[in-house]
């Protein structure tokens, strides 16, 4: 039997605008599933807004969001949670911590660490939390 763990994020009416930026960043194909799809005529929930998307991404990431209820506003750093990426492939981690910059906040720069890794930290412009690491090569 297989099993996962993948991220669920949720966001106050903005799911798409992310889901579409987090597929611009890593690639891959985005499925989208809004409530009039699933019948809702709305107010609330809107039609047009996000019930369930789902980023598979060619390096095998899985990330899934939905927009929350209107009722119940999401708040910032849901949690204390981050999103963590890593790998020893320094170029394209540098790449997806740039962009995932671009509009948001860098709490750490991506750069070499006492540790001997590159790592950074962002909040992404939708406020989600990433910290990539670039693993040193082995001496």
Known sequence: MAVSMNPYLHFDNTSRQAMEFYRSVFGGELSI???????????VPPPDGV??????????????????DPDRPIGADPAGVSISVSGDDLARLGGWFGALAEGGVVDVPFE????????????DRFGVRWVVNAASPAA
């Open 51 to 68: 019930m369930h998307s789902h980023l598979q991404t060619p390096d095998g990431f899985v990330l899934m969001a939905s927009d929350g």
């Open 33 to 43: 599933m809004t409530f009039g799809d699933m019948g809702a005529e709305g107010p």
């Open 112 to 123: 070499k660490q006492m540790w001997g890794d590159v790592f950074g930290q962002v909040t």
